[in-house]
């Protein structure tokens, strides 16, 4: 079979992004290899973008992603639930971001805080090729993860989500704190998983993200969406929902994100990713 001697630029995206968040570029070239590609071609590849050279690319033809209207768009501008009334204050069509406030009460935000401060370690990822989890050069936070219901705090915030979003409790992942400090950040990514890398016993892929602020920042700190110039400011007890899984199985890669340092301050935030199906294995 003849060796693939190309990339798309798509392909090329998701290399540098990659790279970005501490991947070996061995292991890259090593995957790329398995997938088919030319030994040579894969590191002569991963060699230039390393070195920042250009590399040329071909146009792979691929379908649009079809966004698909969320439930939690189809609520107006308050979303109520149980025990507070929830006002959207930005929403974005492509990719799809609503930036929400009350989501938190302020005391929640300080007792989840509180909570989490003796329990944080370096916050780690999963790596997009081998599958580990490790650290990476492209998150400095530290962090911290709940088990679901953990704590009645911990309980009350997924039944919150469940009633804002319509995920089911059992679709989501265990509630993730995490800390930047001065400096401290978490370059360009994506929530969602390598095709490769989903699995039906730990929910499928992830499909949107809850990001909720527990604190106000001095300055920095901002959540960015580079690909379609959106900056959101933390504010304590806000949030910002994003969705970018449809029902045919496709992710929107308008939905690269980052979180720029923090300059002045500290940044607390609580994440909630939300799975396509029911999580049969935690872990």
């Not at 599958?131 to 911290?144: H, L, N, P, Q, V």
């Not at 959540?223 to 304590?236: A, L, N, R």
Request: with cysteine; proline share 5%.
């Amino acid at each position: 079979m003849e060796k693939i001697a190309h990339i798309s630029n798509e392909l090329k995206d998701w290399i540098l992004n990659t790279l970005k968040t501490g991947v070996n570029p061995e292991a890259i070239a090593s995957a790329m290899i398995k997938k088919g590609f030319d030994p040579v071609f894969a590191y002569k590849t991963l060699l230039n973008l390393v070195n920042n050279k250009p590399v040329e690319t071909v146009v792979r033809e691929q379908r649009p992603f079809r966004y698909e209207v969320p439930e939690i768009a189809k609520t107006g501008s308050v979303i109520s639930t149980s025990d507070r009334e929830i006002k959207v204050l930005m929403r974005i069509e492509k990719p799809f971001i609503l930036y929400l406030d009350n989501v938190l009460s302020h005391e929640e935000c300080d007792i989840l805080i509180e909570m989490s401060r003796k329990r944080l370690k370096p916050s780690k990822v999963v790596d997009s090729v081998t599958g580990e989890i490790k650290a990476a050069a492209g998150r400095t936070s530290s962090g911290t993860y709940y088990q679901l219901s953990e704590a009645p705090l911990i309980g009350t915030i997924e039944g919150r989500i469940m009633q804002l979003t319509n995920f089911p409790i059992e679709n989501g992942e265990g509630l993730q704190v995490l800390h930047y400090k001065v400096g401290e950040e978490y370059k360009p990514h994506f929530d969602y998983f390598p095709e490769n890398k989903i699995q039906a016993s730990t929910g499928g892929q992830r499909i949107a993200t809850v990001l909720m602020y527990l604190n106000d920042v001095p300055e920095g700190g901002e959540t960015i969406f580079p690909k379609v110039g959106v900056s959101v400011t933390p504010k304590k007890g806000s949030a910002v929902f994003f969705h970018y899984g449809n029902s045919q199985g496709q992710v929107d890669r308008l939905s690269l994100h980052s979180s720029i340092p923090v300059v002045d301050g500290e940044k607390w935030v609580a994440t909630k990713w939300l799975r396509e199906s029911e999580i049969l294995e935690r872990f």
